[in-house]
Structure formats: structure tokens, C-alpha cells
């Protein structure tokens, strides 16, 4: 296949295992249109949001996910996590709960949700999410004003659902909630900010805090990231249980058997990724992930962008 005919192949609902962060090899689960999200945060790594909306669809085909789930499991899948995530807010699919539960049907591996938290305050969203292991919410700032500065949010959320929601579910969820704060110079980092959030993480009682930043590409141009010293500064204030988010590119992962281009071309479109990314989650070297990447290149498919001195490779969509 070449040019479109690879972004026009069959639909895949699953991409990876790749290595995360924070879930070790996660297979993702991407059951949302392409930026279909509550939020327009100004750090998005896929840019901009295409249809801001809190409308729960039913997006995603269950049985078609599921189906294909049970032929890579089949097939002698290796994974830490089973993550639903990917291109758009993932709680906005109407069966989620049906998902998971097809899910736990069919594998042992344990269940991530990679979410915004905006929708929590919905009873309905919070009984699906339950259903999970693992919840990794979001929480960026804890006033209004912060709040709609960083993730432009649809006109029917405020910082206070968001809170409330995230407190509630604590309540009703006996997991594990792993809370990711984004920080993000000039922007939410005063010590005023920092109070306010360490007051909302009161209420929410995460098992676990986790402080990232902007080492990727970002929606609107120019947002900084912090440095490593000032997010352990920071990780100190909020409580022996907040740690920052480790960067994957330098570790090594062992050697997937998908290093098909397809394979390559579902991680870029979900994420842009640096060549020590593409090199760990496929097994591959860094000179193999060079030339598949020069490949895709030439037959225009892929573009590249810098951040902070690194060189990030992006999809291009049509």
C-alpha cells in the first residue's frame, strides 16, 4: 500500500502496545473521532479541537473494538494495560461501561482510562469509569479564570464541575486514581495557583499525583514547558504521593512484532513522536526507525516539527 491507501486502510480501533509513561506497555484503545473532545486545552499534543462538545454518542462500534481486541489477544498480546484514550475524550462514548465490561470478559490485563475529568459530575459517566482499574484523570488549575485560559472548556463546564466530579467519583470508585497535573510556565505555577490546587487535591484524594509538562508540540504555539528542578519544587509541595512524570524516550522496551508501517502510522496519529519513542515501542534501532520514517516522509505522509530542541514527527491528515 502506499500514499492514502495506508491512512485508508481497515479501521483499527487498537494501536500499540507502546510504552507509557506512567501504565508501562499500554495497548490503546481509541474509540473517538479524531479531536472530538470537552476541552480545547492550549498544550494539546494534537492540536487543536475540531468539534468541542458534552453530547455522549455512541462512536465507536463495542463489538467491532471488541473483536479486534480478541484477535491481537489471540495473536499472543503482551500488555500491562488495556488503555482507552487516544484521538478524543473518551467518556463522551455513550456505551463505555459496555466496553470495559467487554473487556474484563475477555482478559485479565487491567483496564486504564486516559480522561480530562470534565464529565464527571455526570452520574452516568462516573458509573462507567468505575467499571475501570485504573482512572487518570486531569486537573490543570483550580479557579475559572486559569481554567479557561489553559483548557477552553465547552461553555457547559466550569472548574467547579470539574472538582465536584472528580470528588464524587473518589467517593463511588474503589480503584486506583492516578490525578495528572500540567504545568506550564508563566501560565498556572504561582504559589497562589499551586495553593489552589493543592486544596482541590484535598477534595479529590488521589491514589497518586503525577506533574507533567510541555516537552511535545503544543496546540497554540509558544507555550513553555518547565524545568525538571522546578517540578520537584513543586511535586514537594503537593504530597509524598505526587512525583513527576518520567520521560520513556531513553528507556528500552523489548521487541513488539508489529513494526509494520501501519503500526507506525496508528502511533503518530494519536501522538507525535520522537525517534527515541518510535525506536522503544517498536523494538527497533534508532537507524530502522530513521528510515521508516525518511520512508513515510518521501511519499508525504509524515512531517516533522521541533520542540524544545527536539525533533517530533507528526501524521499528515487529509
Known amino acids: 500500500m502506499f500514499g492514502a491507501e495506508i491512512i485508508a486502510a481497515k479501521e483499527s480501533y487498537l494501536y500499540g502496545p507502546v510504552p507509557s509513561r506512567r501504565l508501562g506497555q499500554s495497548l490503546g484503545i481509541d474509540i473517538i473521532p479524531f479531536k472530538v473532545c470537552t476541552l480545547d486545552c492550549i498544550y494539546c499534543q494534537l492540536g487543536a479541537t475540531s468539534q468541542k462538545t458534552i453530547e455522549r454518542k455512541d462512536y465507536a462500534p463495542v463489538n467491532d473494538v471488541l473483536t479486534e481486541l480478541k484477535d ?62 485504573v482512572v487518570l484523570p486531569s486537573l490543570d488549575a483550580a479557579d475559572e479564570p486559569t481554567f479557561r485560559k489553559i483548557n477552553r472548556p465547552h461553555k457547559d463546564i466550569s472548574i467547579g464541575n470539574v472538582i465536584s466530579g472528580l470528588s464524587a467519583f473518589r467517593n463511588e470508585f474503589a480503584g486506583q486514581i492516578w490525578l495528572e497535573v500540567f504545568l506550564l510556565e508563566n501560565v498556572n505555577i504561582s504559589a497562589n495557583q499551586i495553593a489552589k490546587l493543592k486544596d482541590a487535591i484535598k477534595l479529590i484524594r488521589p491514589d497518586k499525583i503525577h506533574l507533567n509538562t510541555a516537552v511535545r508540540p503544543t496546540a497554540v504555539p509558544g507555550i513553555e514547558k518547565l524545568d525538571a528542578e522546578r517540578l520537584q519544587a513543586i511535586a514537594r509541595q503537593l504530597g509524598k504521593n505526587c512525583e513527576v512524570v518520567a520521560d520513556f524516550s531513553q528507556q528500552t522496551f523489548g521487541k513488539h512484532t508489529e513494526t509494520k508501517t501501519e503500526h507506525l502510522l496508528s502511533m503518530l496519529k494519536r501522538r507525535p513522536c520522537s525517534l527515541n519513542d518510535i525506536s522503544a515501542a517498536l523494538g527497533i534501532s534508532p537507524d530502522e526507525a530513521l528510515k521508516s520514517i525518511a520512508d513515510l516522509q518521501q511519499l508525504g505522509l509524515v512531517r516533522s516539527s521541533e520542540k524544545n530542541g527536539v525533533t517530533f514527527f507528526i501524521v499528515n491528515r487529509p
Open 72 to 133: 491481537r489477544l489471540a495473536a499472543g498480546l503482551h500488555a500491562d494495560f488495556i488503555t482507552i484514550s487516544g484521538s478524543g475524550e473518551p467518556t463522551l462514548h455513550s456505551r463505555l461501561g459496555q466496553l470495559i465490561l467487554g473487556i474484563k470478559n475477555i482478559t485479565d490485563i487491567p483496564v486504564a482510562i486516559l480522561t480530562n475529568g470534565s464529565l464527571l459530575f455526570r452520574h452516568d459517566v462516573r458509573a462507567d469509569c468505575a467499571k475501570a482499574d
